[in-house]
Structure formats: structure tokens, C-alpha cells
């Protein structure tokens, strides 16, 4: 089993920036790691994703503003927003999978970006 522990969410005036944590333990294997929101009656949709090699993914409304990264040694994967605006206003939740098929979700951070 795998269980995520994300940190960092919070309450930034738009502009500001922001960088959310997430710490996976237990039976880590090779797997891709990455940052999902959803907004309060919207789907959840993909943020970014970055595999154990450093391969990333992001959704295109989003690119150049958020940066995602990881640190291998200690299964962590970083979501780095800057220029935070108000439709960014999401529960952000960390997502792992890996090569065995074995996802998990984290309890999901809220971010919240005042106009």
C-alpha cells in the first residue's frame, strides 16, 4: 500500500504563488506522481504529472505557470503555481500510480486565490 500526505495549500491574493508538497510512503515502486484540482461542482481534471525519470506532463491552460518536480529520495513531488488567479481555486489532489497499476489519492489541499 501507498499512502500521500500533501501539505502547502492555502489562502494567496492572485499574483501570488504558491508550492504544494506530497510525501508517498509505504511499497513506493516505479511510478509516475501528479497534481489533480477540481473546483466545487467540476470534474476533477489533470494539473500535471512527472514519471520516476523526470518525463512531465501538463494541461495546456496551464503551462508556464505551474512547475512540477520531484525528489526521488525522498518520494516527494513538488507543484511549484506562480501567477495564482481565482479560477485556480481548487482542492488540489496528489495522485500516484505505478508500474503495477496501483494508484492512490491523496486527502486533497485547498487552495483558495482571493481577487
Known amino acids: 500500500q501507498v499512502q500521500l500526505a500533501e501539505s502547502g495549500g492555502g489562502l494567496v491574493q492572485a499574483g501570488g504563488s504558491l508550492r504544494l508538497s506530497c510525501a508517498a510512503s509505504g511499497k513506493i515502486r516505479i511510478n509516475t506522481m501528479g497534481w489533480y484540482r477540481q473546483a466545487p461542482g467540476k470534474q476533477r481534471d489533470m494539473v500535471a504529472t512527472i514519471t520516476s525519470d523526470g518525463s512531465t506532463n501538463y494541461a495546456d491552460s496551464l503551462k508556464g505557470r505551474f512547475t512540477i518536480s520531484r525528489d526521488n529520495a525522498e518520494n516527494t513531488v513538488y507543484l511549484q503555481m506562480n501567477s495564482l488567479k481565482p479560477g485556480d481555486t481548487a482542492v488540489y489532489y496528489c495522485?500516484?500510480?505505478?508500474?503495477?497499476?496501483?494508484?492512490?489519492w491523496g486527502q486533497g489541499t485547498q487552495v483558495t486565490v482571493s481577487s
Open positions: 495522485h500516484y500510480i505505478d508500474y503495477g497499476l496501483f494508484d492512490a
